[in-house]
């Protein structure tokens, strides 16, 4: 499983451990990931994702799953996030019709 954001790509970061001598040795940073059980008010159940803390609170911010993946873009989503996005849409289009 890749330390990878299902809805924002957020993934690891390089940089330095800077000692009190001023020595540098690599490290990684890593994001923040929780697996968390998001509801879809349009497909009315839940989905299962791993993201980090801060799509968290972009989820909560847009007004929840659905409104945060109408705007996000395709190339960010993982292929579980994008196929839900799709389900999403073909759901909203059967309810205008």
Known sequence: MSRRCELT???PMTGNNVSNANNKTKRRF???LNDV???SETLGRGVKLRISASALRSV??????DAFLA???DEELSP???KVKKE?????AATAA
């Open 80 to 82: 579980n996030a994008l």
């Open 9 to 11: 790509g957020k993934g």
């Open 30 to 32: 890593l994001p923040n």
């Open 60 to 65: 909560d911010h847009r007004g929840g799953l």
């Open 71 to 73: 705007k996000a873009k």
């Open 88 to 92: 999403i849409a073909k759901a909203k």
């Open 37 to 39: 059980t998001l509801q």
